[in-house]
């Protein structure tokens, strides 16, 4: 009796972690799709519902020196400026923001993640959303005005792929407008250029003048040869000419 208890238990275990090794190769099965232009959409791991989501936007942030000084270390920040599907406010459990830090003059690689609720980020990039850079009023800093437009390839299907395309932002009396430019291309990644603007002056020490020569003081020569004669035992005679 006490071994058919044994035996059962034994395959009751078996049975459990042959469950549990099914789901897990399944979950491992579960990946990102690639979406246009590097674009990545998909699971970012396990968890409780709802499943987090993310679609990560890649882009290229270059600096460029427009004086003789350069930046040093310097955040800037990409952020989703406008959504075309109910805006920014409705998606409060959304991040669709990234800061980039950038040492110096040259091109730096970046990406902007947007993770979230699954059906929430699904939402967000569903009918397209802007890009650009945060303005932060940096001394010596022009900030790039570039604007993107994200949005799905194949708008409606639920696995169309997404693609980056040039846009850009109108002063309105109503605020900022924001359009796709017509005709545009899509392109591999947003960029993004700043340039700063910095001189210092390098001076070099003047140099010490050269001392001029003194006036010929003839009561000081004298002085010294009496002193040198003296020494000697030689006297020294000046005779004063007559009239």
């Known amino acids: 009796m006490k071994r058919s208890r044994k035996t059962v238990f034994a395959l009751l275990l078996a049975l459990v972690?042959?469950?549990?090794?099914?789901?897990?190769?399944?979950?491992?099965?579960v990946g990102g799709t690639v979406g246009g232009e590097?674009?990545?959409?998909?699971p970012v791991g396990?968890?409780?519902?709802?499943?987090p989501i993310e679609m990560e936007i890649p882009f290229i942030k270059t600096v460029k020196l427009g004086g003789n000084a350069g930046p040093g270390?310097?955040?800037?920040?990409?952020?989703?400026?406008?959504?075309?599907?109910?805006?920014?406010?409705?998606?409060?459990?959304?991040?669709?923001?990234?800061?980039?830090?950038?040492?110096?003059?040259?091109?730096?690689?970046?990406?902007?993640?947007?993770?979230?609720p699954k059906e929430q980020v699904k939402a967000f990039g569903s009918e397209g959303f802007f890009v650009r850079e945060v303005n932060d009023n940096l001394p010596g800093w022009t900030y790039s005005d570039a604007v993107w437009f994200?949005?799905?390839?194949h708008p409606g299907e639920s696995?169309?792929?997404m693609e980056i395309r040039p846009a850009k932002m109108e002063k309105t009396e109503n605020g900022e407008i924001y359009s796709m430019v017509e005709d545009a291309e899509p392109v591999r990644e947003m960029t993004f250029e700043n340039t700063y603007t910095r001189n210092i002056s390098y001076t070099i020490p003047d140099e010490q003048p050269i001392s001029a020569p003194k006036t010929f003081d003839a009561g000081v020569a004298l002085y010294g040869?009496?002193?040198?004669?003296?020494?000697?035992?030689t006297a020294l005679v000046i005779k004063r000419k007559k009239g």
């Open 225 to 233: 040869v009496s002193a040198l004669l003296s020494l000697s035992g």
């Open 38 to 42: 590097g674009i990545v959409v998909g």
């Open 150 to 153: 994200v949005k799905p390839e």
């Open 73 to 116: 270390t310097t955040d800037f920040t990409i952020a989703v400026c406008h959504v075309n599907a109910h805006g920014l406010s409705h998606y409060t459990d959304v991040t669709y923001k990234v800061v980039i830090t950038t040492n110096g003059a040259g091109s730096y690689d970046g990406e902007l993640v947007i993770s979230g």
């Open 46 to 51: 396990p968890g409780n519902y709802p499943t």
């Open 159 to 161: 696995n169309s792929s």
């Open 17 to 29: 972690m042959t469950l549990c090794l099914a789901a897990t190769a399944g979950a491992t099965e």
